[in-house]
């Protein structure tokens, strides 16, 4: 069993060292614009992973596997906010791959390729988009019973 570490992409945005590699780029305002590229993706890709939740939903899920196969890694669960998807996560998930992590990052119900005819973020209501968001507990459960039997 992996030691499991959970991150919310909103909580990553408290104040804390970033790697050059990762940090934005802000040009002063007398400066030119300039067309600046996105951070590449580090390290391998992600294999694509479906998990099943206990109410019986499929989600889509991105694992990076640990780069040791002799040692136990440490594992980070990367988890988006409300209305985006896990594609957003793919440079930390990497940078954090890269040092040794195991790394998941998964869409949430209704979200990315976890969509489905019932359940889309993006096509639902106020009301249903409480309820999606309410029962992404089970998911984050699915997710981390995964990451940890790995």
Do not use: C
């Not at 640990?66 to 669960?77: D, E, G, M, T, Y």
């Not at 890269?98 to 790394?103: I, M, P, Q, T």
């Not at 969509?115 to 988009?129: L, P, T």
């Amino acid at each position: 069993m992996l030691p499991l570490i959970a991150l919310q992409a909103a909580a990553l945005a408290a104040p804390a060292p970033v790697p050059a590699s990762l940090a934005p780029v802000v040009a002063p305002a007398s400066a030119p614009a300039v067309t600046v590229p996105a951070a590449p993706v580090l390290g391998e890709k992600p294999n694509a992973v479906s998990i099943k939740t206990d109410d019986k939903l499929l989600l889509k899920a991105s694992y990076f596997a640990p780069r040791s196969k002799k040692k136990q890694s440490p594992a980070a669960l990367l988890l988006h906010d409300q209305g985006r998807t896990r594609t957003e996560l793919d440079t930390l998930a990497a940078y954090l791959n890269k040092r040794g992590f195991a790394v998941l990052t998964l869409d949430l119900r209704g979200h990315g390729e976890s969509a489905n005819a019932d359940a889309d973020f993006e096509k639902a209501d106020d009301k249903a988009k409480a309820n999606l968001w309410n029962l992404a507990g089970r998911d984050v459960r699915a997710a981390a019973e995964f990451l940890t039997d790995q």
